[in-house]
């Protein structure tokens, strides 16, 4: 990172240390919290669950934590997301325990699939492409919630947040080496998985 892009990144962190520590004691403080990493995590909860309803209660579960254990929250120079993204990942366990699995959110897809009523020739083209793109998509969300736990949040964080490797090992608690390697064992057992269903990675 040039010099001036690390200064210019210590200054936002010391910033949102200073807004972290008012939220401790201001509501409206933690407000901007909120508005700040709001659909960064109920982003995320979506992509790893693919249900609107679950994500909605998710998020709203995560920042009512977070309010509720803001309090104790140290801070030792890493963004407050960090923070979030732990306790969402909590969140998403406790999900999975009680259901079981995941459910699939089919509402793009229904959409993709309304396209095809349409008679111009060029708009059901774009239909089916539309409706392939979602079909590899559930394969591939399909075959992430096939993995155990452990490979899903890396792989998820890693490829759908756009997550660093060193950020991810901060979110996870673990070494960055121990991540890369989960990531690795991740994405070679989502390929067999997704060989075994006939697709492509």
Not at 13 to 32: C, H, M, N, T
Not at 37 to 49: A, C, S
Not at 94 to 108: C, F, P, Q
Request: charged letters at 30%; one cysteine or more; hydrophobic letters at 40%.
């Amino acid at each position: 990172m040039p010099f001036a892009g690390y200064i210019i990144a210590l200054m936002e962190l010391e910033q949102e240390r200073q807004l972290v520590e008012r939220a401790k004691s201001d509501p409206l403080a933690f407000g901007i919290l909120y508005e700040e990493y709001f659909n960064q995590i109920f982003g995320y909860v979506l992509r790893r669950t693919a249900d609107l309803s679950i994500s909605q209660d998710v998020t709203a579960e995560v920042f009512f934590k977070a309010l509720r254990n803001i309090k104790s929250f140290h801070w030792r120079g890493i963004p407050f997301s960090d923070w979030l993204y732990r306790i969402t990942i909590h969140e998403i366990a406790n999900v999975y325990s009680h259901n079981g699995h995941d459910r699939i959110l089919t509402e793009e897809i229904k959409i993709a699939s309304a396209l095809f009523d349409q008679t111009v020739e060029d708009e059901a083209e774009e239909a089916q492409a539309n409706l392939e793109k979602e079909a590899e998509f559930i394969i591939i969300k399909n075959c992430i919630n096939e993995l155990p736990p452990k490979y899903r949040e890396v792989i998820t964080l890693r490829f759908f947040e756009k997550k660093q490797l060193n950020e991810i090992a901060r979110i996870l608690g673990k070494k960055d080496g121990t991540v890369k390697s989960l990531l690795h064992r991740g994405l070679e057992k989502l390929r067999v998985k997704m060989q075994d269903k006939g697709a492509t990675f």
